[in-house]
């Protein structure tokens, strides 16, 4: 599976911003999809995961601002960002999983200048 990430930039606090995954797999239904983000100094985190049923779970950083997709017919999954904090800058990669076996986009950047 190869994930592709797009949609980061620079926005100022406040505002929103839309990321997608295009994720080339011939199941990709039956993957579990991920949003995570690294900030510079901190760990890997987890901020949304949308199961392959569709159950989905935020961040408590995250909750009632961000809104995890998934797009089954064009194999991608979305993240809408609303009201974004100079805190929620970081790399942001999409992850795919399907049983024990993880995938990993390449990263995209989000800046949220305050």
């Known amino acids: 599976v190869q994930l592709q990430a797009s949609g980061g930039g620079l926005v100022q606090a406040g505002g929103s911003l839309r990321l997608s995954c295009a994720a080339s797999?011939?199941?990709?239904?039956?993957?579990?999809m991920a949003w995570y983000r690294q900030a510079p100094g901190r760990e890997r985190e987890s901020v949304a995961t949308?199961?392959?049923?569709?159950?989905?779970n935020y961040a408590d950083s995250v909750k009632e601002r961000f809104a995890i997709s998934r797009d089954n017919a064009k194999n991608m999954v979305h993240l809408r960002m609303n009201d974004l904090k100079p805190e929620d800058t970081a790399v942001y990669y999409c992850?795919?999983?399907?049983?024990?076996?993880?995938?990993w986009g390449q990263g995209t950047q989000v800046t949220v200048s305050s």
């Open positions: 992850k795919a999983k399907w049983g024990s076996v993880t995938w």
């Open positions: 797999a011939s199941r990709f239904s039956v993957l579990a």
């Open positions: 949308i199961s392959a049923g569709g159950r989905i």
